[in-house]
């Protein structure tokens, strides 16, 4: 009898996964897809941006009137890109779902979650989100595609140039977040979030080193950080405005002085397609952009972990007061779309100044090349590319001038999509 009852038990299960309408509600809801990205590239830095003492750690370039027994490096690489992905999303009836996007590490092939989110559609025109992602801030990005390998075990480390940046890109990197989004009729959204408040770049305060009561400093914020965000359509020119503002407080410090830093970002966006020609463009600025958990300045470790990070972050002088770190970054993208073919030419430039004690520090960057994305047949692209970054040749850090060098990256992608 319990074999017969079990028997039926697994037919009844079958049928309810296998009826019509099942099928058709999977068919209306579930969406997923694989892109696989394959990078083949010529890797160059000069010996400037190599510059070390022999024996000890690498510093951050080449300080103006010392030399260096550095070659430039040269190296081929041959890897999966980071933003190779596997995404699902699903979507009831109800307008409730979810979308999971995840990643495979391009040097040490591991997987990893890029995206996570849940949705709810309460009405047509309103919608909450939240899970992990990209923030509200700085929406575009410039469609440079190589050099995103992940944190790996190479001479360069954590090899990051994909979408330009460090180099005019505000990029937040994937954090935690709840928004709500309002459409405004045809001409866009009006979208509201708030950030995790630990959300930090830097894992210890090490600007407050030196300024605490005794004990160690600690991360007490409990603000989340705040975003908005209006992007709007007016026929093939899209506009997108944005802004974020957050507080980092701190326990422990030395009484009498500062013990919070507050960042904020201002960014315009502009975006248009006229079928034969097509534009990208973004202005970004603010203030103490380390202080929040982004990618906006080179992720070279440990090349510029000492000074090109700390540069553009808040710093607390001898008085015990925080001076600020300024911001501003914009880069630009045109090209032609010729049929399967899509050239365009990439320009972006980066800028941090910040005094400390009287003596100001300065990092400049810049970007310029070449891409195009090429169809070849249906999830099948390649995409030639030719960059160059320039990580600032006079860049000023505690009353003294560095050459950070140059870097070239030149190969191709290769782009499979299912």
């Excluded at 010996?47 to 003492?53: D, H, I, L, P, S």
């Excluded at 505690?398 to 070239?408: I, P, Q, R």
Aim: net charge neutral.
């Amino acid at each position: 009898m319990k074999k017969f009852l079990a028997s039926i038990f697994a037919v009844l299960i079958v049928l309810a996964f296998t009826s019509p309408v099942q099928a058709e509600k999977v068919t209306q809801t579930l969406d997923m897809g694989v892109k696989l990205l394959v990078d083949a590239y010529y890797y160059k830095q000069d010996k400037e941006g190599m510059a070390r003492t022999v024996g000890a750690t690498r510093s951050a370039g080449l300080k103006k009137g010392t030399t260096t027994l550095e070659e430039d490096l040269t190296q081929t690489y041959l890897t999966v890109n980071s933003r190779s992905a596997l995404y699902i999303t699903w979507n009831d009836k109800d307008k409730i779902g979810f979308s999971v996007v995840s990643n495979l590490d391009g040097e040490n092939y591991n997987m990893g979650v890029l995206f996570a989110y849940g949705f709810w559609s309460i009405t047509p025109n309103f919608r909450i989100q939240t899970g992990k992602g990209t923030t509200l801030f700085s929406d575009l990005e410039p469609t440079t595609t190589l050099g995103c390998l992940g944190k790996g075990t190479a001479v360069i480390d954590s090899l990051n140039k994909m979408y330009g940046v460090g180099y005019g890109n505000y990029f937040s990197g994937y954090n935690t977040y709840f928004r709500a989004e309002y459409r405004l009729g045809d001409i866009g959204y009006l979208k509201a979030g708030i950030v995790d408040p630990r959300v930090i770049t830097s894992t210890a305060p090490a600007f407050f080193n030196g300024q605490n009561n005794g004990a160690a400093v600690d991360n007490s914020t409990k603000i989340p950080r705040f975003e908005l965000s209006v992007p709007l359509r007016f026929g093939p020119v899209g506009l997108y405005p944005s802004g974020f503002w957050q507080k980092q407080s701190f326990n422990n410090v030395k009484a009498g002085w500062d013990d919070s830093v507050t960042s904020y970002g201002l960014s315009l966006g502009a975006k248009a397609d006229f079928r034969s020609v097509f534009f990208m463009a973004e202005v970004n600025y603010g203030e103490n952009w380390a202080n929040t958990k982004d990618q906006t300045y080179p992720l070279k470790n440990p090349d510029y972990l000492t000074f090109g990070s700390q540069v553009s972050s808040a710093k607390v002088d001898s008085t015990g007061k925080v001076q600020n770190s300024k911001a501003l970054g914009w880069w630009m993208q045109a090209g032609l779309n010729l049929g399967k073919a899509s050239p365009s030419i990439i320009l972006g430039r980066q800028e941090y100044s910040r005094e400390y004690d009287h003596v100001k520090d300065e990092m400049k960057t810049m970007m310029y090349g070449i891409t195009c994305p090429i169809d070849i047949t249906k999830g099948f692209r390649i995409v030639p590319e030719v960059m160059i970054y320039e990580n600032g040749s006079s860049n000023k850090i505690a009353g003294a001038e560095y050459d950070f060098g140059k870097e070239l990256l030149a190969g191709m992608q290769f782009e499979f999509t299912f």
